[in-house]
C-alpha cells in the first residue's frame, strides 16, 4: 500500500452516474471516491485516475480524490421526478469502505440519503469497516432492496499480501459478512477477480466457497480477472517479481482485456459446480420497488 496518502476535497455536479455497460444487470452507480487505498495490483479501476491527470499506479493509491458534498448532490437527484427509483450500486470503481471513509464519512452520509429515501442499493466491499454502519444497512434491508458483495479473491494469505495489499484479511471480510447477515442484511461473496494460475484451482475455489456457507453467506459470484488498460501495466510487472513462471500464460492470455473464453467458461463450471455442492443458489437479483417505496420516509409525528 502506498505511503504518504493526500486527499484532495472536491464538489462534484453529479454522484449517481450511468455505467454504461450492458449485461452488467444494472445502469446506475455511486462512487464516493476516486482512486482506492487498497492498493489492489489487479484492480480494474486504476485507469479511471488517468482521466484526473493522475497515474494509475502509485497516484490512484495514494492521491484519493474525496466527493464532499456528495450526500447533498444525491438528495436533489433522487428527488427529480425523472428519476425511476433504479438500483444502484455503490462502489464499483472505488471501495466506499477505504480508509479514507473512517475519516471523511462519505459513504455513511450517503446511506443516510438512500434510507430516506428507500432507493434499492447493492454495494461491493473489501472492508469489514462496513460493521460501522451496521445499523444503517439494517435499516435499508427492512425498508428496500439493499445487499452487500464481498469481494473475496482468495483465502492464501501469501497471495492476499501480494494482490491486495491494503486490504484486511479475508478472514475478517467473512466474519464481518457474518455479524451482517445476522443482522438480516442479505449479503454474499464475489470470488473477484479469480487469478489465473493463483485462484482458479478446485482448492482456492472450494476453500472460499466453503468458507462464505460457514459464515452465512446468501449468494456466491464469480469473476475472472480482467486487465484493461491502467490496470495490465501496472499487474505485469507485480506478476513478474512476485511469480514470474506466470509471465509467459499471462502473455498468452491476455492480449486483450480479457482471458480466453474457453478458460473463463471451464472456471466458472467449476465454481457452478462448487456452489451447487454447498446449497447456494444463483446471483442475487433485485424485485421491483415497491409502490409503497416510492418518495421519502416520513417522519412519525
Given at each position: 500500500?502506498?505511503?504518504?496518502?493526500?486527499?484532495?476535497?472536491?464538489?462534484?455536479?453529479?454522484?449517481?452516474?450511468?455505467t454504461n455497460t450492458p449485461g452488467l444487470g444494472f445502469r446506475w452507480s455511486i462512487n464516493p471516491y476516486r482512486g482506492c487505498q487498497h492498493a489492489c495490483v489487479y484492480c480494474f479501476a486504476r485507469g479511471t485516475h488517468e482521466y484526473l491527470g493522475y497515474d494509475s499506479g502509485r497516484d490512484f493509491e495514494s492521491r484519493i480524490v474525496v466527493k464532499t458534498n456528495?450526500?447533498?448532490?444525491?438528495?436533489?437527484?433522487?428527488?427529480?421526478?425523472?428519476?425511476?427509483?433504479?438500483?444502484?450500486?455503490?462502489?464499483?470503481?472505488?471501495?466506499?469502505y477505504?480508509?479514507?471513509?473512517?475519516?471523511?464519512?462519505?459513504?455513511?452520509?450517503?446511506?443516510?440519503?438512500?434510507?430516506?429515501f428507500r432507493q434499492p442499493v447493492h454495494m461491493l466491499t473489501k472492508s469489514p469497516s462496513v460493521l460501522r454502519d451496521l445499523d444503517l444497512w439494517s435499516q435499508l434491508s427492512e425498508a428496500t432492496d439493499a445487499q452487500i458483495a464481498f469481494s473475496i479473491p482468495t483465502l492464501d494469505e501469501a497471495v492476499w499480501k501480494k494482490m491486495e495489499p491494503g486490504t484486511a484479511k479475508?478472514?475478517?471480510?467473512?466474519?464481518?459478512?457474518?455479524?451482517?447477515?445476522?443482522?438480516?442484511v442479505l449479503c454474499g461473496v464475489m470470488i473477484a477477480p479469480i487469478i489465473p494460475g493463483l485462484t482458479d484451482d478446485q482448492a482456492h475455489l472450494e476453500a472460499v466457497i466453503q468458507a462464505a456457507r460457514d459464515h452465512g453467506a446468501n449468494f456466491i459470484a464469480p469473476n475472472v480477472l480482467n486487465l484493461k488498460p491502467g490496470s495490465k501495466e501496472w499487474f505485469m510487472p507485480a506478476l513478474r517479481e512476485a511469480y514470474p513462471h506466470l509471465t509467459p500464460r499471462y502473455e498468452k492470455y491476455y492480449r486483450g482485456p480479457y482471458a480466453p473464453k474457453?478458460?473463463?467458461?471451464?472456471v466458472t463450471a467449476k465454481v457452478?459446480?462448487?456452489?451447487?455442492?454447498?446449497?447456494?443458489?444463483?446471483?442475487?437479483?433485485?424485485?421491483?420497488?415497491?409502490?409503497?417505496?416510492?418518495?421519502?420516509l416520513q417522519l412519525a409525528i
Amino acid at each position: 500500500m502506498a505511503s504518504g496518502v493526500t486527499f484532495e476535497e472536491i464538489e462534484c455536479k453529479t454522484i449517481i452516474n450511468s455505467t454504461n455497460t450492458p449485461g452488467l444487470g444494472f445502469r446506475w452507480s455511486i462512487n464516493p471516491y476516486r482512486g482506492c487505498q487498497h492498493a489492489c495490483v489487479y484492480c480494474f479501476a486504476r485507469g479511471t485516475h488517468e482521466y484526473l491527470g493522475y497515474d494509475s499506479g502509485r497516484d490512484f493509491e495514494s492521491r484519493i480524490v474525496v466527493k464532499t458534498n456528495a450526500a447533498e448532490v444525491l438528495q436533489r437527484q433522487l428527488r427529480k421526478p425523472s428519476w425511476k427509483h433504479e438500483l444502484i450500486v455503490l462502489g464499483t470503481a472505488c471501495d466506499p469502505y477505504q480508509q479514507a471513509e473512517m475519516k471523511y464519512e462519505i459513504t455513511r452520509k450517503i446511506l443516510e440519503v438512500l434510507l430516506d429515501f428507500r432507493q434499492p442499493v447493492h454495494m461491493l466491499t473489501k472492508s469489514p469497516s462496513v460493521l460501522r454502519d451496521l445499523d444503517l444497512w439494517s435499516q435499508l434491508s427492512e425498508a428496500t432492496d439493499a445487499q452487500i458483495a464481498f469481494s473475496i479473491p482468495t483465502l492464501d494469505e501469501a497471495v492476499w499480501k501480494k494482490m491486495e495489499p491494503g486490504t484486511a484479511k479475508p478472514i475478517k471480510r467473512f466474519e464481518a459478512l457474518r455479524e451482517l447477515t445476522a443482522a438480516g442484511v442479505l449479503c454474499g461473496v464475489m470470488i473477484a477477480p479469480i487469478i489465473p494460475g493463483l485462484t482458479d484451482d478446485q482448492a482456492h475455489l472450494e476453500a472460499v466457497i466453503q468458507a462464505a456457507r460457514d459464515h452465512g453467506a446468501n449468494f456466491i459470484a464469480p469473476n475472472v480477472l480482467n486487465l484493461k488498460p491502467g490496470s495490465k501495466e501496472w499487474f505485469m510487472p507485480a506478476l513478474r517479481e512476485a511469480y514470474p513462471h506466470l509471465t509467459p500464460r499471462y502473455e498468452k492470455y491476455y492480449r486483450g482485456p480479457y482471458a480466453p473464453k474457453d478458460y473463463t467458461q471451464q472456471v466458472t463450471a467449476k465454481v457452478n459446480e462448487l456452489r451447487d455442492k454447498y446449497g447456494f443458489r444463483e446471483r442475487m437479483h433485485s424485485p421491483p420497488p415497491r409502490r409503497d417505496q416510492a418518495g421519502q420516509l416520513q417522519l412519525a409525528i
